[in-house]
Protein backbone atom coordinates (compact mmCIF):
# COMPACT_ATOMS: atom_id res chain seq x y z
CA UNK A 1 0.00 0.00 0.00
CA UNK A 2 1.54 3.11 -0.48
CA UNK A 3 2.19 6.46 1.56
CA UNK A 4 -0.70 8.51 -0.12
CA UNK A 5 -3.16 5.85 0.68
CA UNK A 6 -6.11 6.82 2.95
CA UNK A 7 -6.12 5.68 6.47
CA UNK A 8 -8.70 3.24 7.65
CA UNK A 9 -9.63 4.34 11.24
CA UNK A 10 -9.89 1.20 13.78
CA UNK A 11 -13.58 0.23 15.15
CA UNK A 12 -14.51 1.35 18.74
CA UNK A 13 -14.51 -1.04 21.19
CA UNK A 14 -16.11 -1.26 24.63
CA UNK A 15 -13.27 -0.59 26.42
CA UNK A 16 -12.30 2.37 24.42
CA UNK A 17 -15.60 3.32 25.08
CA UNK A 18 -14.95 3.33 28.86
CA UNK A 19 -11.97 4.64 28.70
CA UNK A 20 -13.13 8.07 27.64
CA UNK A 21 -16.63 7.93 29.89
CA UNK A 22 -14.02 8.20 32.93
CA UNK A 23 -12.21 10.74 30.99
CA UNK A 24 -15.68 12.55 31.33
CA UNK A 25 -16.15 11.88 34.68
CA UNK A 26 -12.67 13.30 35.21
CA UNK A 27 -13.54 16.50 33.45
CA UNK A 28 -16.93 17.20 34.97
CA UNK A 29 -15.66 16.63 38.65
CA UNK A 30 -12.88 18.99 37.86
CA UNK A 31 -15.27 21.59 36.63
CA UNK A 32 -14.77 21.62 32.91
CA UNK A 33 -18.00 20.51 32.03
CA UNK A 34 -21.25 20.80 33.25
CA UNK A 35 -23.82 17.83 33.80
CA UNK A 36 -25.52 18.93 30.78
CA UNK A 37 -22.13 18.85 28.86
CA UNK A 38 -21.02 15.95 29.96
CA UNK A 39 -24.68 13.95 29.30
CA UNK A 40 -24.37 15.30 26.04
CA UNK A 41 -20.44 13.84 25.32
CA UNK A 42 -21.72 10.57 26.91
CA UNK A 43 -24.22 10.68 24.17
CA UNK A 44 -22.15 10.86 21.53
CA UNK A 45 -19.14 8.45 22.68
CA UNK A 46 -21.94 5.39 22.83
CA UNK A 47 -22.73 6.12 19.26
CA UNK A 48 -18.98 6.48 18.26
CA UNK A 49 -18.68 3.46 15.78
CA UNK A 50 -14.24 4.47 15.07
CA UNK A 51 -11.89 5.41 17.26
CA UNK A 52 -11.93 8.28 15.36
CA UNK A 53 -15.24 9.41 16.50
CA UNK A 54 -14.10 8.90 20.18
CA UNK A 55 -11.31 11.15 19.21
CA UNK A 56 -13.74 13.84 18.44
CA UNK A 57 -15.18 13.23 21.88
CA UNK A 58 -12.82 14.35 23.64
CA UNK A 59 -10.34 16.33 21.22
CA UNK A 60 -10.89 20.46 23.07
CA UNK A 61 -10.12 17.75 26.81
CA UNK A 62 -7.03 16.92 25.85
CA UNK A 63 -3.71 17.22 28.55
CA UNK A 64 -3.99 17.66 31.95
CA UNK A 65 -6.95 18.89 33.94
CA UNK A 66 -6.75 23.50 34.66
CA UNK A 67 -3.77 23.92 36.14
CA UNK A 68 -3.85 26.01 40.16
CA UNK A 69 -5.66 25.42 42.90
CA UNK A 70 -8.19 23.02 42.96
CA UNK A 71 -11.70 24.94 42.63
CA UNK A 72 -13.30 24.61 46.36
CA UNK A 73 -16.28 23.15 46.35
CA UNK A 74 -18.86 23.26 48.82
CA UNK A 75 -19.92 19.67 50.99
CA UNK A 76 -23.46 21.55 51.21
CA UNK A 77 -25.16 23.68 48.93
CA UNK A 78 -27.92 25.75 50.74
CA UNK A 79 -30.86 27.39 48.69
CA UNK A 80 -33.61 29.13 51.15
CA UNK A 81 -36.44 30.63 50.00
CA UNK A 82 -39.24 33.41 52.56
CA UNK A 83 -41.69 34.96 50.38
CA UNK A 84 -39.39 35.54 47.05
CA UNK A 85 -38.14 33.43 44.93
CA UNK A 86 -34.42 31.71 44.64
CA UNK A 87 -32.43 28.58 43.00
CA UNK A 88 -29.59 27.45 41.40
CA UNK A 89 -29.11 27.90 37.62
CA UNK A 90 -26.44 28.63 35.09
CA UNK A 91 -22.99 26.88 36.02
CA UNK A 92 -22.39 26.25 39.49
CA UNK A 93 -20.46 23.55 41.36
CA UNK A 94 -22.48 21.24 43.58
CA UNK A 95 -21.04 18.71 45.90
CA UNK A 96 -22.98 15.96 47.29
CA UNK A 97 -25.87 17.44 49.45
CA UNK A 98 -28.17 20.21 48.69
CA UNK A 99 -31.04 21.52 51.03
CA UNK A 100 -33.44 23.40 49.46
CA UNK A 101 -36.18 25.42 51.97
CA UNK A 102 -39.09 27.54 50.27
CA UNK A 103 -41.48 28.94 53.14
CA UNK A 104 -44.41 31.02 51.09
CA UNK A 105 -42.15 31.14 48.22
CA UNK A 106 -40.17 29.33 45.66
CA UNK A 107 -36.70 27.04 44.88
CA UNK A 108 -35.55 26.10 41.71
CA UNK A 109 -32.69 23.92 41.30
CA UNK A 110 -31.38 22.97 37.62
CA UNK A 111 -28.74 20.42 37.20
CA UNK A 112 -28.17 20.85 33.72
CA UNK A 113 -25.46 23.45 34.38
CA UNK A 114 -24.20 21.94 37.43
CA UNK A 115 -20.65 20.91 37.89
CA UNK A 116 -20.51 17.42 40.10
CA UNK A 117 -18.05 16.17 42.02
CA UNK A 118 -19.70 13.43 43.36
CA UNK A 119 -21.16 10.02 42.35
CA UNK A 120 -24.28 10.83 44.27
CA UNK A 121 -26.28 13.63 44.81
CA UNK A 122 -28.27 14.17 47.93
CA UNK A 123 -31.12 16.87 47.59
CA UNK A 124 -33.30 17.42 51.13
CA UNK A 125 -36.07 19.58 49.88
CA UNK A 126 -38.80 20.71 52.37
CA UNK A 127 -41.97 23.18 51.00
CA UNK A 128 -43.77 25.09 53.38
CA UNK A 129 -46.17 26.42 51.65
CA UNK A 130 -44.22 27.07 48.72
CA UNK A 131 -42.77 25.03 45.60
CA UNK A 132 -39.21 23.84 45.05
CA UNK A 133 -38.44 22.93 41.48
CA UNK A 134 -35.82 20.28 40.51
CA UNK A 135 -34.15 19.83 36.90
CA UNK A 136 -32.37 17.52 35.35
CA UNK A 137 -30.97 16.28 32.03
CA UNK A 138 -32.53 13.36 30.68
CA UNK A 139 -30.75 10.12 30.91
CA UNK A 140 -29.63 11.24 35.00
CA UNK A 141 -31.16 8.61 37.23
CA UNK A 142 -33.36 10.14 39.88
CA UNK A 143 -34.93 8.71 43.13
CA UNK A 144 -37.61 10.51 44.81
CA UNK A 145 -39.04 9.83 48.33
CA UNK A 146 -39.91 11.20 51.55
CA UNK A 147 -43.14 12.32 53.33
CA UNK A 148 -45.95 14.89 51.96
CA UNK A 149 -47.86 16.13 54.80
CA UNK A 150 -51.02 18.42 52.97
CA UNK A 151 -48.76 18.58 49.89
CA UNK A 152 -47.82 16.98 46.99
CA UNK A 153 -44.86 15.80 46.06
CA UNK A 154 -44.27 14.42 41.87
CA UNK A 155 -41.46 13.13 39.74
CA UNK A 156 -41.60 13.62 35.43
CA UNK A 157 -38.23 11.77 34.16
CA UNK A 158 -38.55 10.63 30.89
CA UNK A 159 -38.16 7.24 30.45
CA UNK A 160 -34.17 6.71 28.60
CA UNK A 161 -31.60 4.39 29.71
CA UNK A 162 -29.24 5.42 32.21
CA UNK A 163 -26.32 7.33 30.89
CA UNK A 164 -23.08 5.38 31.98
CA UNK A 165 -21.00 6.98 34.72
CA UNK A 166 -23.66 9.74 35.45
CA UNK A 167 -24.20 10.71 38.73
CA UNK A 168 -26.85 9.55 41.05
CA UNK A 169 -29.35 12.15 42.31
CA UNK A 170 -31.68 11.86 45.45
CA UNK A 171 -34.16 13.69 46.27
CA UNK A 172 -35.97 13.59 49.55
CA UNK A 173 -39.28 15.81 49.83
CA UNK A 174 -40.98 16.94 52.48
CA UNK A 175 -44.07 19.49 51.29
CA UNK A 176 -46.05 20.94 53.97
CA UNK A 177 -49.16 21.93 52.59
CA UNK A 178 -46.69 23.08 49.27
CA UNK A 179 -45.43 21.09 46.22
CA UNK A 180 -41.98 19.93 45.33
CA UNK A 181 -41.52 18.25 41.66
CA UNK A 182 -38.65 17.00 39.84
CA UNK A 183 -38.82 16.61 36.12
CA UNK A 184 -36.32 15.99 33.09
CA UNK A 185 -35.67 18.06 30.28
CA UNK A 186 -33.57 17.72 27.13
CA UNK A 187 -29.69 17.73 27.20
CA UNK A 188 -28.54 21.27 25.62
CA UNK A 189 -25.21 22.26 24.72
CA UNK A 190 -23.19 25.51 26.32
CA UNK A 191 -23.87 27.18 23.27
CA UNK A 192 -27.76 26.04 23.14
CA UNK A 193 -28.19 27.39 26.35
CA UNK A 194 -26.44 31.01 25.74
CA UNK A 195 -29.03 31.01 22.37
CA UNK A 196 -31.88 30.18 23.67
CA UNK A 197 -33.39 31.41 27.20
CA UNK A 198 -33.91 28.90 29.73
CA UNK A 199 -37.51 28.74 30.05
CA UNK A 200 -38.87 31.02 27.56
CA UNK A 201 -42.02 32.63 27.95
CA UNK A 202 -45.66 31.15 25.98
CA UNK A 203 -46.10 33.59 22.80
CA UNK A 204 -49.84 32.66 22.19
CA UNK A 205 -52.33 32.00 24.76
CA UNK A 206 -52.67 28.32 24.21
CA UNK A 207 -49.19 27.67 25.83
CA UNK A 208 -48.88 27.42 29.66
CA UNK A 209 -46.89 29.48 31.52
CA UNK A 210 -43.88 28.10 32.77
CA UNK A 211 -43.21 27.51 36.35
CA UNK A 212 -41.18 30.48 38.34
CA UNK A 213 -42.45 33.60 39.05
CA UNK A 214 -46.65 33.54 37.86
CA UNK A 215 -49.49 36.12 38.41
CA UNK A 216 -52.28 33.68 39.43
CA UNK A 217 -55.97 35.27 38.87
CA UNK A 218 -59.21 32.89 40.64
CA UNK A 219 -62.59 34.36 39.66
CA UNK A 220 -66.24 32.63 40.98
CA UNK A 221 -69.39 33.27 40.46
CA UNK A 222 -71.09 35.00 43.15
CA UNK A 223 -74.22 32.83 44.73
CA UNK A 224 -74.18 30.15 42.77
CA UNK A 225 -76.34 27.76 44.64
CA UNK A 226 -78.94 29.92 45.09
CA UNK A 227 -78.46 30.75 41.15
CA UNK A 228 -79.59 26.72 40.71
CA UNK A 229 -81.98 26.96 43.58
CA UNK A 230 -83.96 29.66 41.55
CA UNK A 231 -83.20 28.31 37.92
CA UNK A 232 -82.67 24.90 38.07
CA UNK A 233 -79.40 23.04 36.86
CA UNK A 234 -80.06 23.01 33.30
CA UNK A 235 -80.38 26.99 33.37
CA UNK A 236 -77.79 27.46 35.47
CA UNK A 237 -75.45 25.10 34.12
CA UNK A 238 -76.43 27.47 30.79
CA UNK A 239 -75.47 30.52 32.57
CA UNK A 240 -72.32 29.08 33.91
CA UNK A 241 -70.78 28.50 30.41
CA UNK A 242 -71.63 31.80 29.37
CA UNK A 243 -69.99 33.68 32.56
CA UNK A 244 -67.31 30.59 31.74
CA UNK A 245 -66.89 31.94 28.14
CA UNK A 246 -66.36 35.70 29.28
CA UNK A 247 -63.54 34.65 31.90
CA UNK A 248 -61.72 33.25 28.92
CA UNK A 249 -62.30 35.88 26.11
CA UNK A 250 -61.31 38.50 28.77
CA UNK A 251 -58.26 36.50 29.66
CA UNK A 252 -56.98 35.14 26.27
CA UNK A 253 -56.96 38.62 25.20
CA UNK A 254 -54.39 39.54 27.97
CA UNK A 255 -52.37 36.07 27.34
CA UNK A 256 -54.40 34.44 30.11
CA UNK A 257 -54.26 30.69 30.04
CA UNK A 258 -57.02 29.02 31.63
CA UNK A 259 -55.27 26.36 33.81
CA UNK A 260 -58.23 24.76 35.00
CA UNK A 261 -62.38 25.25 35.79
CA UNK A 262 -63.87 23.74 39.02
CA UNK A 263 -68.01 24.45 39.12
CA UNK A 264 -68.16 28.02 39.18
CA UNK A 265 -64.87 28.64 39.61
CA UNK A 266 -61.55 29.93 37.15
CA UNK A 267 -58.05 29.56 37.55
CA UNK A 268 -55.95 31.89 35.04
CA UNK A 269 -51.83 32.35 35.21
CA UNK A 270 -50.52 35.44 33.24
CA UNK A 271 -47.22 36.24 32.66
CA UNK A 272 -47.70 39.74 34.07
CA UNK A 273 -49.45 41.37 36.69
CA UNK A 274 -50.96 44.39 34.50
CA UNK A 275 -52.40 41.85 32.07
CA UNK A 276 -53.93 39.99 35.07
CA UNK A 277 -55.19 43.13 36.47
CA UNK A 278 -56.62 44.25 32.69
CA UNK A 279 -58.32 41.30 32.24
CA UNK A 280 -59.93 41.10 35.66
CA UNK A 281 -61.69 44.74 35.35
CA UNK A 282 -62.38 43.58 31.39
CA UNK A 283 -64.35 40.20 32.95
CA UNK A 284 -66.59 42.86 35.79
CA UNK A 285 -66.91 45.39 33.17
CA UNK A 286 -68.75 42.29 30.58
CA UNK A 287 -70.95 41.10 33.13
CA UNK A 288 -71.81 44.38 34.53
CA UNK A 289 -72.51 45.31 30.95
CA UNK A 290 -74.24 41.90 30.89
CA UNK A 291 -76.70 42.93 33.37
CA UNK A 292 -78.09 45.98 32.06
CA UNK A 293 -78.76 43.89 29.36
CA UNK A 294 -79.76 40.72 30.52
CA UNK A 295 -83.55 40.30 30.99
CA UNK A 296 -82.98 36.54 33.06
CA UNK A 297 -80.57 35.94 36.28
CA UNK A 298 -77.89 38.82 36.88
CA UNK A 299 -74.30 37.75 37.16
CA UNK A 300 -72.03 38.68 39.78
CA UNK A 301 -67.98 37.39 40.15
CA UNK A 302 -65.45 38.28 42.99
CA UNK A 303 -62.03 37.70 41.98
CA UNK A 304 -58.49 37.59 43.84
CA UNK A 305 -55.23 38.17 42.42
CA UNK A 306 -51.79 36.99 43.54
CA UNK A 307 -48.05 36.76 42.29
CA UNK A 308 -45.67 34.66 43.22
CA UNK A 309 -43.40 31.23 43.13
CA UNK A 310 -45.30 28.25 41.74
CA UNK A 311 -44.62 24.49 40.56
CA UNK A 312 -45.76 23.02 37.75
CA UNK A 313 -47.05 19.08 38.43
CA UNK A 314 -48.04 18.69 34.44
CA UNK A 315 -51.12 20.70 33.68
CA UNK A 316 -51.56 22.24 37.18
CA UNK A 317 -49.60 24.44 39.69
CA UNK A 318 -48.30 23.70 43.04
CA UNK A 319 -47.67 26.02 45.97
CA UNK A 320 -48.50 28.66 48.28
CA UNK A 321 -49.23 31.29 45.36
CA UNK A 322 -51.80 29.03 44.64
CA UNK A 323 -53.57 29.12 48.16
CA UNK A 324 -53.07 32.89 48.41
CA UNK A 325 -55.01 33.91 45.13
CA UNK A 326 -57.15 31.23 45.56
CA UNK A 327 -58.32 32.63 49.40
CA UNK A 328 -57.97 36.14 48.23
CA UNK A 329 -61.42 35.51 45.79
CA UNK A 330 -63.09 33.93 48.90
CA UNK A 331 -62.49 37.20 51.06
CA UNK A 332 -63.51 39.45 47.59
CA UNK A 333 -67.31 40.85 48.05
CA UNK A 334 -69.57 40.79 45.14
CA UNK A 335 -68.12 42.55 42.12
CA UNK A 336 -64.83 42.97 43.95
CA UNK A 337 -61.19 42.83 42.76
CA UNK A 338 -59.10 41.86 45.84
CA UNK A 339 -55.37 41.22 45.12
CA UNK A 340 -52.33 41.09 47.68
CA UNK A 341 -49.75 43.97 48.92
CA UNK A 342 -47.33 41.93 46.45
CA UNK A 343 -49.86 42.53 43.28
CA UNK A 344 -50.34 46.03 44.35
CA UNK A 345 -46.76 46.81 44.80
CA UNK A 346 -45.95 45.99 41.15
CA UNK A 347 -48.65 47.83 39.86
CA UNK A 348 -48.21 50.73 41.34
CA UNK A 349 -45.17 52.05 39.31
CA UNK A 350 -47.68 52.11 36.26
CA UNK A 351 -50.25 53.85 37.72
CA UNK A 352 -53.09 52.40 35.18
CA UNK A 353 -54.86 51.55 38.28
CA UNK A 354 -56.71 52.84 41.40
CA UNK A 355 -56.73 51.03 44.75
CA UNK A 356 -59.19 51.56 47.76
CA UNK A 357 -57.25 51.52 51.13
CA UNK A 358 -56.32 48.28 51.96
CA UNK A 359 -58.12 46.31 54.60
CA UNK A 360 -56.84 43.15 56.55
CA UNK A 361 -58.50 39.53 55.79
CA UNK A 362 -57.90 36.13 57.32
CA UNK A 363 -56.98 33.79 54.95
CA UNK A 364 -58.14 30.23 55.79
CA UNK A 365 -55.43 28.27 55.92
CA UNK A 366 -53.03 30.96 56.19
CA UNK A 367 -51.07 31.90 59.79
CA UNK A 368 -51.04 35.74 59.95
CA UNK A 369 -53.67 38.55 58.41
CA UNK A 370 -53.11 39.60 54.96
CA UNK A 371 -53.06 43.37 53.37
CA UNK A 372 -55.38 43.29 50.32
CA UNK A 373 -56.17 45.96 48.41
CA UNK A 374 -59.65 46.02 46.33
CA UNK A 375 -58.91 47.81 42.94
CA UNK A 376 -61.07 50.80 42.59
CA UNK A 377 -63.23 49.84 39.26
CA UNK A 378 -66.40 51.58 37.96
CA UNK A 379 -68.79 50.06 35.45
CA UNK A 380 -69.09 51.70 32.48
Known amino acids: MGDDAPSVSLRASDADRDAVVEVLKERTADG ?101 DIIVPEGIEVSLDGVPVMGGKSAQIKDVPRLPGSPRIFVHAYPIMGGVGVRSRPRRTTQQQLDAPDDPAPTTSTSMPVDGTVTLMFSDVCDYSGITDRLGDVAANELLRDYGATVRTCSESQSGHVVKSHGDGVMVAFPSVLRALRAAVDIQHALAKRNIDAVDEPLHAHIGIHAGEVVRDGDDYLGSAVIIASRLTDAAGRDEILVSSVVRELAAGVREFTFDAPREVALKGVADKRQAYPIAWQSE
Open 32 to 132: TLTLDEFAARIDAALNARTRDDLAAVTADLSGESPAGPPRRTPVTNTVISVMAGAGRKGRWRCGGRVVAVAVMGGCVIDFRGAEITADEVHVTAVAFWGGI
